[in-house]
T-cell receptor, first 119, second 112 residues
Framework: GAVVSQHPSRVICKSGTSVKIECRSLDFQATTMFWYRQFPKQSLMLMATSNEGSKATYEQGVEKDKFLINHASLTLSTLTVTSAHPEDSSFYIC???????????????FGPGTRLTVL | SQELEQSPQSLIVQEGKNLTINCTSSKTLYGLYWYKQKYGEGLIFLMMLQKGGEEKSHEKITAKLDEKKQQSSLHITASQPSHAGIYLCGADRETSGSRLTFGEGTQLTVNP
């Protein structure tokens, strides 16, 4: 089956620093990748939709200047948390939608997630 | 407001028992997805339902979508400890299919 990887799996950083999280589709091409954030005991909240070769679409309330998304290729999207603060500590999960599936079928393959802790 | 409501929020059952998790929307769904998540890990795709009245099964897990396409249920027969985890329903709201909205999740514990 389709595999999506994330790196790093866990990161601890100091307040004010920037952190980059990578999301890769390993055995398929993904025109669209999604970034979610999940707080403890809560559901996934979509942050942004990343389309290869174009600007990401951010959900309401998500600061695009703080959460920089780059989707430079069909297999890689990156999320950079700039000037991280303790309230940004969360579990970040990406998902990828296979390029060849052009119908309304919307199966997304999820990465294993990245645990970010900002001290 | 929460667009997808899952119930129950948590469920503790004895191994071997059957259980049902529900997912309800006030609006028509174009696609309904069920995922399983272990705490601190990614999501595992279980099943996807698109047609009203559709029912799918995989091993001991059966998912149904009602005729109005506003409610789905996930049924586990003869539960095992390996079934434990967080079950999330996700929904498409657009025919173009892109953004998924997730329910709050149901935490399932299966006691041996």
């Amino acid at each position: 089956g389709a595999v999506v990887s994330q790196h790093p799996s866990r990161v601890i950083c100091k307040s004010g620093t920037s952190v980059k999280i990578e999301c890769r589709s390993l055995d398929f091409q993904a025109t669209t990748m999604f970034w979610y954030r999940q707080f403890p005991k809560q559901s996934l909240m979509l942050m942004a939709t990343s389309n290869e070769g174009s600007k990401a679409t951010y959900e309401q309330g998500v600061e695009k200047d703080k959460f920089l998304i780059n989707h430079a290729s069909l297999t890689l999207s990156t999320l950079t948390v700039t000037s991280a603060h303790p309230e940004d500590s969360s579990f970040y999960i990406c998902s990828a939608r296979e390029a060849r599936l052009l119908s309304s079928y919307n199966e997304q393959f999820f990465g294993p997630g990245t645990r970010l802790t900002v001290l | 407001s929460q667009e997808l409501e899952q119930s129950p929020q948590s469920l503790i059952v004895q191994e071997g028992k059957n259980l049902t998790i529900n997912c309800t929307s006030s609006k028509t769904l174009y696609g309904l997805y069920w995922y399983k998540q272990k705490y601190g890990e990614g999501l595992i795709f279980l099943m996807m339902l698109q047609k009203g009245g559709e029912e799918k099964s995989h091993e001991k897990i059966t998912a149904k979508l009602d005729e109005k396409k506003q409610q789905s249920s996930l049924h586990i027969t003869a539960s095992q400890p390996s079934h434990a985890g967080i079950y999330l329903c996700g929904a498409d709201r657009e025919t173009s299919g892109s953004r998924l909205t997730f329910g709050e999740g149901t935490q399932l514990t299966v006691n041996p």
